[in-house]
């Protein structure tokens, strides 16, 4: 992969979530595989039952219980203190983790034909972030966002609620991204988790990354559905740019020949020459790393979405995450 310049990248809300982007997603919410109870009255139905309007069904009468809730009307009729019960909503957490490390900035490239440019996987991971947290907000659910691997001073959104706090999120992204990577490789597993150690409530957690760290992802990964965090949802959506997924295409952007390639975090260089063999075992290392990636989500109960960064944000979280089961 190349790092390369983006170009035009978003300074304000509208740039980094499109009003189109988000009408398109408005309906959609974070579906959780489990039924947690949340904090503050919300939109997600909870299993307690309690005061909304919703009913649900019905009990005897034990003493104690508000009389407020008889059903006065089955009283009338057979004489029997009967209690009303309604479904609680109440909200969810949504915890958004991104990574910001050196290897995210890779993965821009020219757009084909008149395609737009595909950005970069920071970019990406940011923007994606900005629609997921959209839909937690509008359910007026609780949304918190964590970077690790960046060079801003913020690491940590904690939990906001409302489409009033979308502007703070984006801020908070926007800075993120002006910032760009720290200039020390950053420990995976590590930070992620103390990330995953700090998260608070029930709910829904959501990792986006490109899982290229030099002792591998497993750990961190582990953390998110540890027993310990054992109360968290957790998704991972791996990003990566298509020229990572297929090679040829680096061709059009000088990976040819006799080269000196040099890792972005660890500095550390290789000589390599391309060929049709060196493209074969970079194939083969790639569903290797892909395999173990994925193996490492499912043995933790953490579902695993590979993301191409040219595949549209909206398509991405209408139809693919839609039938993944993380939206709906």
Known sequence: MLITTQTNPPRSLEELLPPGLAAKIDRLD??????????????RRSKRRGRSVEFDDFRPYVAGDDLRH????????FERLIIKLFREEEDLALHLIIDASASMGAGSEPGRGSAQEIPSKALYAHRLAMALAYVGLVKNNRVSVA???GAAA????????GRTSLRRISEFLLESLRSGASNKSPDFNAEVRAIAARLSGRGIVVLLSDLLASDGAAGGLASLGAAEHGALDAYCLQVLSPSELDPVRGAGMGLTGD????????????????SPAAIAKYRENLAEFLDDCRGACRSRGVAHFLVPTDTPIDRLVIDSLRRGGMMR
């Open 30 to 43: 974070v579906f959780s595989r489990r039924v947690f109870a949340g904090k503050l009255p919300g939109e």
């Open 70 to 77: 008889v059903d006065w009307n089955v009283y009338g009729r």
């Open 147 to 149: 970077l690790f691997g």
């Open 154 to 161: 913020a690491r940590t959104l904690r939990p906001v609620r």
């Open 259 to 274: 080269l000196r390639l040099t890792d972005i975090e660890t500095a550390r260089g290789v000589e390599v020459t391309i």
